[in-house]
């Protein structure tokens, strides 16, 4: 008699399961490259420095975000519109597959130019090191979600930093980026940018 009691935690448990599954990772890759064209015109080659590299981030990182810029929580004019044109949920999926599959686009002419302040403000005075890893890898198993910034676009990066700055840390209790910030000064944030730009990624 007991047996439908046992049946239904079993049941539930199988729905949580496939519904977290599926939420979590259902990117197609191939689906994803061909809805990748009109990302391409920004996020491909992109020689504009201020535009952030997409291509070898991690996926779940790259999901999250997309996912802010469409509830409001991270504001940028293009990006929102970009987002709000998608139709189905599931392109942010195979969108973020895509992009994580790719290598990091390396920019050769900074290879091997390293910054020393900024070096120093790396290893030393923040210790990004400790969460980004001395290679600028991140972490997509911490939470939060710990983004890949190595060899990222120098323009972006100041600028990012310079938004978590402004950013009022009561608004962001789970990012510790708002207070780190705090403590870079100017010369610190553009330094520290010049030198993440011209690290050389991990192989995936
Ligand atoms: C017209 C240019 C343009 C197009 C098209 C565009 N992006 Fe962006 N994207 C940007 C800019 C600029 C930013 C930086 C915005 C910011 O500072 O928040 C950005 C940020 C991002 C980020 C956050 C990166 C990070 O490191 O946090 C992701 C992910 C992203 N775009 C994915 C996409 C995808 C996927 C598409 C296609 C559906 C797309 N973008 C289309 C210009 C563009
Ligand atoms: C305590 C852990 C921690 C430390 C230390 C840390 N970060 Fe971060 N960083 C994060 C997390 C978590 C995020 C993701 C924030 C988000 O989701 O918006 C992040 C995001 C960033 C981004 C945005 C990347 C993107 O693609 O938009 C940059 C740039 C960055 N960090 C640079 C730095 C620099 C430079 C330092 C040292 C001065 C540093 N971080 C130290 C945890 C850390």
Known sequence: MNNRLLTYPAILAALFFLLGSSAAFSGDIES????????????KDNHDSSIPKIAGQHENYIVEQLLAYRNGQRKDKIMETVISRLKHRD??????AYYASLPVALDINLAGQKNPLGHEVFEN????YQCHGAKGGGNPL???IIPSIAGQNKDYIV????????????HSQSNPM???????DIIDIFSVSEYI????PEEP
């Open 178 to 184: 708002s207070e780190i910030a705090k403590q870079l």
């Open 91 to 96: 392109d942010i999926y195979d969108l973020a």
């Open 32 to 43: 994803g490259r061909s809805k990748a064209v009109v990302c391409n015109h920004c996020h």
């Open 125 to 128: 005075k923040i210790r990004c």
């Open 142 to 144: 911490a939470e939060p």
């Open 159 to 170: 600028k990012r930093l310079m938004e978590f700055q402004s950013q009022n840390s009561r």
């Open 197 to 200: 730009s011209s690290m050389q």
